[in-house]
């Protein structure tokens, strides 16, 4: 079993509505969970964190924790041609000393497509 | 303007040769990271550093090396033994050790 899943997708979905895009982990200790957006050809960029089981918003996107499901969403509503890229799921991971450090692990990440 | 980069963008590499790859943060992060990215897979973590003159291994860090000689600088060198160097190399730093990670705009690293 990965220890972060996505569907790979691609997730195809009109211009307008709301993209759903789903992540599961394996360990019950994780903490922090985050949503990283990929365009083709460039590196990652930060989305959204969350911590807390429950919704967190910013601006069209929703980040949703169930820590007893270890499942992590991601919501985009009103999807634009420009929120099309691949979307990765991180959950963090303490090591090095007393774990202070965060390591992320990644899912392999779901490609949105947002259908003009 | 602050932020995190990586140079060169593209960087060839030739048989039994060690390539360096530059990660640069003015950011005043305390820690560094280094992923590697293939087709189809998740980044995976290659090398971390927490603070300046230490850093640790990673997943994947066998043919890898790096340094951390200052705190604004965390070069990773792909080195001879490193045998399927070809992928995309991210760099990210945080503010603190378990901090939010931010990601420079990589390197992709290819094999002549």
């Known amino acids: 079993q990965k220890e972060v899943e996505q569907n790979s997708g691609p997730l195809s979905v009109p211009e307008g509505a709301i993209a759903s895009l789903n992540c599961t982990y394996s360990?019950?200790?994780?903490?922090?969970f985050f949503w990283y957006r990929q365009y083709s050809g460039k590196s990652p960029e930060l989305i959204m964190f969350i911590y807390s089981n429950g919704d967190k918003e910013d601006g069209r996107f929703t980040a949703q924790l169930n820590k007893a499901s270890q499942y992590v969403s991601l919501l985009i509503r009103d999807s634009q041609p420009s929120d099309s890229a691949t979307y990765l799921c991180?959950?963090?991971?303490?090591?090095?000393?007393?774990?202070?450090?965060?390591?992320?692990?990644f899912g392999t990440g779901t490609l949105l497509a947002v259908q003009p | 303007d602050g932020g995190i980069t990586q140079s060169p963008k593209y960087l060839f590499r030739k048989e039994g040769q060690n390539v360096t790859l530059s990660c640069e943060q003015n950011l005043n992060h305390d820690a560094m990271y280094w992923y590697r990215q293939d087709p189809g897979q998740g980044l995976r973590l290659i090398y971390y550093s927490q603070i300046v003159n230490d850093f640790q291994k990673g997943d994947i860090a066998e043919g890898y090396s790096v340094s951390r000689e200052k705190k604004e600088s965390f070069p990773l060198t792909v080195t001879s033994a490193q045998k399927n160097p070809t992928a995309f190399y991210l760099c990210?730093?945080?503010?603190?050790?378990?901090?939010?990670?931010?990601f420079g705009p990589g390197t992709r690293l290819l094999v002549l």
């Open positions: 360990d019950r200790g994780s903490q922090s």
């Open positions: 991180a959950v963090s991971k303490g090591v090095g000393y007393g774990g202070a450090t965060n390591k992320l692990i």
């Open positions: 990210a730093s945080s503010r603190g050790a378990g901090g939010t990670q931010y």
